[in-house]
């Protein structure tokens, strides 16, 4: 899953990377409202996380600006201001979750999965296909009942197929989803993550399959003939 995290104090900066990217998340940083403006139009985050005060603005008039635009991106917003007028601001221009600082880290992971959680978004309970369980909250991944581990890339490559049984994935959304705006990228470094993936799942006896849909992406089925 991605984030963008929306912030212009460089040691906050640099623990939110940290601490989400241990979590799982795939985490881009901003430091102003254009900026911030402009990752969220060209990519499809599945959250964002805001300060209110930046340098060129309000963090919530850029999520006031997404809401009328008609993206519903989750939003979590982190700030010092504690007065409860301004937490009422904050949810009426869109927030779905609030934040004081300073906050710890894991009750930040754990709202940010929360939000994710809703129906509809980016992390449910438990999938299936064929004998292969992912728990997308534990981030386990169970064949046959057995214990699978799996790298954070691989991990993620298996929730997106599982998420989208029966129809196909484009590699252009999995490189999305899974690497971050300063990641350096190889031009095969999918198809190697998805090649590690189907083996890993062929040797742990998986009934599911990945299928390789030349030239556009990949497609899961659960196994059923």
């Not at 999305?176 to 998805?194: F, R």
């Amino acid at each position: 899953m991605r984030l963008l995290v929306v912030e212009d104090e460089e040691r906050l900066v640099e623990v939110l990377k940290s601490g989400l990217g241990r979590a799982g998340f795939v985490v881009d940083t901003v430091e102003t409202a254009a900026d911030a403006r402009e990752a969220l139009a060209l990519v499809a985050y599945d959250a964002v996380i805001l300060d209110l005060g930046l340098p060129d603005g309000d963090g919530l008039k850029i999520l006031a600006e997404a809401r009328r635009a008609g993206r519903n991106i989750p939003a979590m917003v982190l700030t010092a201001r504690d007065a409860v007028e301004d937490r009422v601001r904050g949810l009426d221009a869109g927030a779905d979750d609030y934040l004081i600082q300073p906050f710890a880290m894991t009750e930040l992971v754990a709202r940010t999965k929360a939000l994710l959680r809703r129906p509809g978004l980016a992390l449910g309970t438990t999938l299936e296909a064929g004998n292969t369980v992912l728990d997308s909250i534990g981030r386990d991944v169970r064949v046959g009942g057995e214990v699978l581990q799996l790298p954070r890339q691989e991990l993620a490559i298996l929730e997106h197929l599982m998420r989208r049984l029966g129809r196909v994935v484009p590699k252009t959304v999995l490189k999305e989803k899974l690497y971050g705006i300063d990641e350096e990228l190889a031009s095969n470094a999918i198809p190697v993550h998805v090649h590690h993936l189907r083996r890993k799942l062929t040797e742990m006896g998986a009934t599911s399959e990945i299928h390789t849909v030349r030239g556009i992406g990949y497609l899961m089925t659960d196994g059923a003939r």
